[in-house]
Structures are given as C-alpha cells and as structure tokens.
C-alpha cells in the first residue's frame, strides 16, 4: 500500500487558481479511477474533477470554500501500488466506459484505470423525499440553484418523476412575481456602533489583528469574497469599460408579427420539443444585421505594429445568462449556419447549461458578438458593457403591450426597445444606427428574413 497526494491540476483552460466548491467524497471512501471527488469553480466554469487513483480516501487537505492554487495538494488517496499508474499515466488496466451524465475526464488522466468496476453514481438514481417527491440528484441541484421548492412543482416525468423541465418552467413562472413584496425595515432606526481600536502596540504595519480584519463587527454588514466568475467579470468589465469608448444607441419597436411568429412556432409540429420565445427572431436578425453592417462582428487588436481591426465574416453569438453562480457569456459557435430550428434548440442547450452551471470554458470564448436579453428582468432598455473582444452587444427591452400609431390610428401593440452599445473606435455612427435599424427592422417583419 502506499500514500498519493493529489495536486489541483490545470483543467486544460490554463487556470492559475481554483476553489474547491464541494467535496463529493469523504476520508475513508473506496474510489475508483474518474469517479467525481470534488466540484471546483475556477474563473469561468464549475468542474467536476475525477479521481485518477483507485483506493481509498485518506485526508481532504482543502475546506470547501477555498481557494487554492494549481499545484497545491488537496487530497491523498491509500492505493495499492500494483493499481497506481501515477498522476498522468494511464494505467494498464481497462475501466468500463463513463456512464451517462458522469464527470469529464482531464487532459493526461486516460480513459483506463485500474479499477475493474465502478459504483453506479447517486446522480443516476431517482429518490424518493419524505414528502413524496420523486427527483435525480442532479434535478435537486438544479431547483436548489434556481430556488425552487420541489414539492410545488407538477412533475410529468414517468411514475411522477420531476423532470429538468418542469423545474425550469416552475423557475420560470416563479419569476414573474418575484420582488412582489418588499421586506419590512428593522424596528430598530438607528443604532451607534463601537469605533474600530486602533491596532496593539507593536503591531507590524500594514498587519491587522484577525478580529479586526472586518470593516463592522455587528450583523448588519456582510462580507462577501471576490472570487470565481464575479472576480473574472468584474475584471473583464473594467477591461472593456476603461479601454473601449462605448456608445449606445437604441429605437422602440412595434414587434406585434414577431410575437405572432413565436406564437405559431410554439403551436407547430416541428417545435414541439423545442422551447421558442422571442429571443429565437431577435438572435436570427442580430446574425442577419450583422451580415449587413460586418464592423459591428469585427475587433480592436493591439499589435506590437499598432493596431488594427479583425473582422469576422462567421457569428459566434454570445448570450448573457444570469445564473446562479453569477453573469455567463456562452456563445454559439458559427451561428450563421444553423438554420431557425437548429438556432432554437442551441440557445435551448446553452441555456439549462448555464443554469446548471455546467457551461465550459470553450464555450464562453472566442465570441463576435453578445445579445443580453434586460426584458426577462422587466427593463425597457440599458447600457450594456460590451464583452471583451468583442465590438458590439444589443440589449434586448421587455415586450409589453402599449399604444401605438398605426395606419394614423392608435391601437394596443407589442412594443419593445433594442438598445446596442458599441466600440466607436470600430463602428462609426451610421454602422452602428444602420445596425440597429436593421434588428428592429426584423422585428417588426420578420418575412425579411426569408430570403
């Protein structure tokens, strides 16, 4: 028998840090070669890390919720030497296949290992709550995440299972009368609370005591750490805001035929298992738009020469998700070529990826440009930041029934606000007018994009 320590690897994202979100094993458990042992958030994704040893678990050397650096020891396995092939190596031995929706496996683990049989996962196995509800782990996660309270769900799986589905139709329904109640003030108005000491004597400059570390000592004040997805989009927003000049432009849109469309779209045959809102018509024409006015897909590079402007004749177009681990900007790759159908089921794949928190770095880079629909949130318009590397984003308002002039007659129609910020170093004024013009063009008609 000999002891293993195993170092947090680089997931293949050239990751420097990472913290350790969930321990999946304990001291004392028997594990085999990419059985999951730990969930760890790095700056873009959420990854489950297999094991490459079999054996048995011996100490967990990081708490859940810490942060650590790649190469840091966090776990040591009891392995019998004759089934240790060593971190990187394969091992001779052959391990069955991964079972469905199991862990991925990191560059240089292999595939094989030295186990000949592995446990069937929790994850695989629907259970049963004492109240009665029957869901996979993985669906419990998820209504975690989205706080949703699984006994008020209607399932529609078979037996009654709860389905991901109906957890995210619930969430759905659920956010439409969320904030509906303000939270009562304290009954205390004001209260005085004790100056912070200064330091001990002789106390090195610059060191603080560790019970003055905090900046409130009382109840009121909460410390949150700056770290994983929040720290990689605070930065990337204060890239994008202090080197890009943004301008912002925006046009009301009457987009009654749009919201006719999705509705005949729903009621079709062809999409009866494919989720259609307004986000389909307003993606297509984001593509379509840019097709016409190429800048706003295109880039501001730094060179060692200068600088110049690549220009991108393929859309990867990024979607903002608000999930429940912060702001996600996953893309479609080479959305031009998908057509309305394929286009529908890849934003319905990108979005129950990003709340489950399972959008990969891959996923999120490489982007031309980013659409962040502020109308799921209630807002009529905004000035969104435009996501680094990228010279253009459109906002997407709420679309509410209002009065509108039309054929010199006032009537109630779907109306909505496009707004789109832009590098102007790339776009000049009329590109980025034309643009938005054109989106709300299809809006408006969306025949233009039969062609």
Same mark, same amino acid.
């Given at each position: ?398 679309? *509410?029934?209002?009065?509108? #002039? &039309? /054929? +010199?007659?006032?009537?109630? @129609?779907?109306?909505?606000? !496009? $707004?789109? *910020?832009?590098?102007?170093? #790339? &776009? /000049? +004024?009329?590109?980025?007018? @034309?643009?938005?013009?054109? !989106? $709300? ?11």
């Amino acid at each position: 028998m000999s002891t293993q320590n195993f170092t947090l690897p680089d997931v293949g994202e050239g990751l420097t840090e990472a913290e350790i979100v969930a321990w999946k094993v304990a001291p004392g458990d028997t594990v085999a070669i990419n059985d999951v042992i730990c969930e760890i958030e790095t700056a873009k994704s959420l990854v489950e890390l297999p094991s490459p040893h079999a054996g048995v678990v011996g100490e967990l050397l990081v708490a859940e919720g810490e942060t650590v650096e790649v190469g840091s020891p966090i776990i040591t396995f009891v392995t019998d030497a004759r089934d240790d092939a060593g971190p990187g190596v394969i091992a001779t031995a052959e391990a069955p296949a991964p079972e469905e929706g199991g862990g991925s496996v990191l560059v240089g683990y292999g595939s094989g290992g030295g186990a000949t049989s592995r446990r069937k996962r929790p994850a695989e196995r629907p259970v049963r709550s004492s109240v009665g509800v029957i869901a996979k782990p993985p669906i419990r996660k998820l209504a975690r995440d989205l706080g949703v309270d699984l006994t008020t769900v209607t399932p529609t799986g078979a037996d009654g299972e709860v389905t991901r589905d109906d957890v995210v139709k619930h969430a759905e329904q659920a956010s439409v009368f969320r904030n509906i109640q303000t939270p009562e003030w304290g009954d205390v108005r004001e209260e005085t609370v004790p100056a912070p000491q200064p330091p001990p004597a002789g106390l090195a400059r610059g060191v603080a005591p560790a019970a003055a570390s905090s900046p409130a000592s009382d109840d009121r004040t909460e410390s949150i750490p700056v770290k994983g997805v929040r720290k990689a989009t605070s930065s990337a927003m204060v890239q994008s805001a202090y080197s890009a000049p943004h301008v912002t432009v925006w046009k009301d849109v009457d987009a009654t035929r749009t919201m006719e469309l999705v509705k005949r779209l729903k009621a079709s045959p062809d999409y009866a298992d494919i989720r259609v809102s307004p986000l389909l018509i307003v993606a297509r024409a984001v593509i379509w738009a840019a097709r016409r006015t190429p800048m706003v897909n295109a880039a501001w590079i730094e060179t060692e020469n200068g600088a110049e402007i690549a220009v991108r004749h393929y859309v990867n177009l990024g979607i903002a998700a608000a999930t429940p681990r912060g702001l996600l900007v996953p893309n479609i790759k080479d959305a031009q070529d998908l057509s309305m159908k394929d286009l529908a089921r890849a934003l319905n794949r990108l979005t129950v990826t990003a709340r489950e928190g399972k959008t990969t770095p891959a996923d999120q880079q490489h982007g031309t440009i980013t659409i962040t629909n502020i109308g799921v949130f209630g807002m009529d318009a905004g000035t969104p930041i435009i996501n680094p590397g990228e010279a253009g984003i459109v906002a997407m308002g709420t679309i *509410s029934q209002k009065p509108w #002039v &039309v /054929d +010199g007659e006032v009537r109630p @129609r779907w109306v909505t606000t !496009v $707004a789109g *910020s832009f590098d102007h170093r #790339v &776009v /000049d +004024g009329d590109g980025m007018s @034309r643009f938005i013009a054109d !989106v $709300a063009s299809v809006l408006e008609e969306p025949a233009l994009l039969v062609e």
